[in-house]
């Protein structure tokens, strides 16, 4: 549905359709509820969803009972999510029900132990006799909020009205995040058709989105955590975004329009999701919604990868432990690429000094030196770039495997053991970085030298450059690195070995 047409509908635009909308009227007023995962306040003006705290989330392990707050009513980062029905310029339904005060029962709700939901009802009526009731239900053990908005229409005449959620946010702030890695924040929808896709602010800035869609879903996503509206399956809505001119990015669903003859009534439900990206969880609530873990173009490879390290961690119990084996287990199955990587490079070492020797010999003379070093490699039956192919293939699954460490929120602030008591943290006493920049001194040690001079000292930097980069990295990735290089070096220091030896007894 384009915007020309959400116009010519009898229905006022929904409030994300123009970059100039502005924002409900500032209200201190809140309901606040509680449940086993969530602490969320309700705003009385709206209805909208403007505070979420994560129980089992703490802000830092120095302060657990400080708990993660995902959506905050002010900047920096504010996130809420906003609902509301919108109806005709004039008549008895308000043109927007985002100015509206609710009422309710209670000012807080707690969900009792052995209480398994919670219904929250916020309500608003009119002289006139229109009705609007809006219900909010908390399952014990769930992310997941179910939404119905209802409309009673007490007077003679018939009503049209949509139903629109939108997820606002601003830019993400954070001043502690490394410089060194980055994570996507910024919006994503879910359809059957178009699979998961992305659009960030820039684009939102850009060009807004208008996608009428069946099934499917949005959200705003940020490091580990999310805010999502899933829809009603089988029913028709409009995705859409928008950039506003006082810096909030919006993404978010509206309905049909709908007729509410005189004397009935008619509901909108949807539900929503506010809480970690947990994979396994998110898969059971919506179709795709557990792309939201945003592995990138590598999803298809780093979802098997998380899977079998949640297996292990099921058995050992810790995440550190789980990064160790998975590591070692990937290493093993590619033994025999890795084997002959190792092969190449070792033979390649045993003849470096007849190269130096043709170099020698040749001087600047480059086409009589690389036909001499031809004919010895066929002569050895040597493949200089033997060593090359099989890192190659490897690659993909070990850039799948840092990104399942970086996107997984069951590391984020998981200890390991000693002094390494949250993974998803640098590495307090840089211990970690400073093995990884050793073992990747001993693999330079180990390899071929490269002919060219000023290559060889490029490449004997490097191990200092990668242990300050991982200095700022996250322990477990560095964990993971750590491990890799040693078995590594291991692996290539027997092939060599035995290569050397063969050759000495000859």
């Known amino acids: 549905m384009t915007e020309a047409s959400i116009a010519t509908d009898g229905l006022v635009p929904v409030p994300g359709s123009t970059a100039s909308a502005k924002a409900p009227m500032p209200s201190t007023e809140t309901i606040r509820i509680e449940t086993d995962l969530l602490a969320i306040e309700i705003a009385r003006v709206g209805g909208g969803i403007v505070s979420a705290r994560l129980l089992n989330y703490p802000q830092s392990p120095a302060n657990p009972e ?15 999510i906003e609902s509301g029905l919108r109806g005709p310029e004039t008549g008895p339904l308000p043109a927007d029900t985002r100015n509206l005060k609710f009422q309710s029962a209670e000012s807080s709700f707690v969900l009792q132990k052995g209480q398994d939901s919670l219904e929250v009802l916020l309500t608003w009526s009119d002289p006139a006799g229109v009705e609007i009731h809006r219900l909010y239900r908390f399952t014990r053990g769930s992310y997941v909020i179910d939404l119905t908005q209802k409309v009673v229409n007490g007077t003679d005449s018939t009503l049209a009205a949509r139903a629109y959620t939108q997820v606002i946010r601003t830019e993400l702030y954070d001043p502690e995040a490394s410089s060194f890695i980055y994570t996507y924040t910024g919006a994503v929808y879910y359809t059957p058709e178009a699979k998961y896709q992305r659009v960030s602010f820039d684009q939102m800035r850009k060009e807004r989105l208008s996608l009428e869609a069946t099934d499917g879903w949005v959200a705003i996503i940020q490091h580990y955590f999310l805010a999502a509206v899933l829809p009603p399956a089988g029913k028709n809505q409009t995705f859409f975004t928008s950039a506003r001119d006082d810096g909030r990015y919006l993404i978010g669903t509206y309905t049909a329009p709908a007729t509410i003859a005189p004397r009935s009534t008619h509901q ?7 809480g970690p990206k947990l994979q396994d969880t998110l898969a059971s609530v919506s179709p795709g919604l557990e792309l939201a873990v945003d592995y990138g173009l590598l999803t298809i490879i780093a979802q098997p990868i998380y899977w079998l390290l949640s297996q292990i961690h099921a058995l050992v119990g810790n995440w550190g432990w789980a990064i160790i084996i998975l590591t070692i287990l990937i290493k093993a199955a590619f033994y025999k690429l890795s084997e002959t990587s190792y092969k190449s490079m070792a033979n390649m070492r045993k003849i470096t000094p007849r190269i130096q020797a043709l170099k020698d010999r040749f001087g600047d003379d480059k086409e009589r030196l690389n036909q001499a070093m031809m004919e010895m490699y066929k002569k050895e039956k040597i493949n200089p770039l033997g060593g090359c192919l099989p890192i190659l293939i490897q690659i993909p699954v070990f850039i799948a495997l840092y990104w399942v460490l970086l996107e997984s929120v069951e590391m984020r602030q998981a200890p390991f053991m ?7 943290a640098p590495d307090p006493y840089f211990v970690l970085p400073l093995i990884m920049g050793i073992s990747m001194y001993v693999q330079q040690k180990l390899n071929p030298a490269p002919p060219d001079p000023i290559q060889a000292k490029v490449m004997m930097s490097l191990p200092f450059v990668f242990t300050i980069f991982f200095a700022f990295f996250p ?3 560095v964990l993971y690195w750590v491990v890799n290089n040693l078995l590594s070096i291991a692996q290539q220091w027997y092939i060599t070995d035995k290569i050397e030896k063969a050759a000495a007894q000859h």
């Open 66 to 80: 400080n708990k993660f707050q995902l959506l905050k009513p002010e900047p920096p980062n504010l996130f809420i």
């Open 268 to 274: 909108f439900e949807e539900r929503l999701f506010v």
């Open 418 to 424: 000693l002094w390494i008591d949250n993974l998803s």
């Open 475 to 477: 322990s477990g990735l």
